[in-house]
């Protein structure tokens, strides 16, 4: 049975993978470059911790591309390195996580959930653009 699963789970991360390339989503917002560079600052101290096959990563990161944020992708598939500090540092092995770390106090906020990530990232998106 666990065989069975782990064959399924594979074959959805080779299709996750397939149809990610085959439709990688593009931006839909145009920015000047200083919109751009107030967009970058904001996001440049925050990591996405996922893998490659995971759908609701997928979903995370069709997001951060239609939104044209550059946020650094961690790899944190199962039993690698990268896994073992999520759990440490979020409390669980949940992909995909947005940490979210103060430049000033270096403090780390965990943040899962893709929806949650995804609202939050066209929250805090907005008022910059604003500004
Ligand atoms: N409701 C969550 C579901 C996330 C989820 O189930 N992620 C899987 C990977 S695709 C996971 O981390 N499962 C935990 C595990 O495999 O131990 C979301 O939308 O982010």
Redesign the pocket.
């Known amino acids: 049975m666990n065989l069975v699963l782990s064959l399924i789970r594979r074959l959805l991360g080779l299709l996750v993978l397939a149809y990610e390339v085959i439709f990688s989503a593009r931006p839909t917002v145009t920015r000047s470059t200083e919109e751009q560079a107030r967009v970058d600052a904001m996001t440049r101290n925050w990591q996405l911790y996922q893998?490659p096959?995971?759908?609701?990563?997928f979903?995370?990161r069709q997001a951060i591309r239609r939104m044209g944020l550059k946020i650094d992708l961690v790899n944190a598939s199962?039993g690698t390195p990268k896994a073992e500090e999520l759990v440490e540092g979020g409390g669980?092995?949940?992909?995909?996580c947005l940490k979210i770390t103060d430049p000033t106090t270096q403090a780390a906020r965990w943040l899962?959930?893709?929806?949650?990530?995804i609202a939050f990232l066209e929250k805090q998106v907005a008022p910059v653009l604003a500004s």
């Open positions: 893998f096959g995971c759908p609701f990563c979903k995370v199962p669980e092995l949940q992909t995909p899962y959930e893709s929806d949650d990530i």
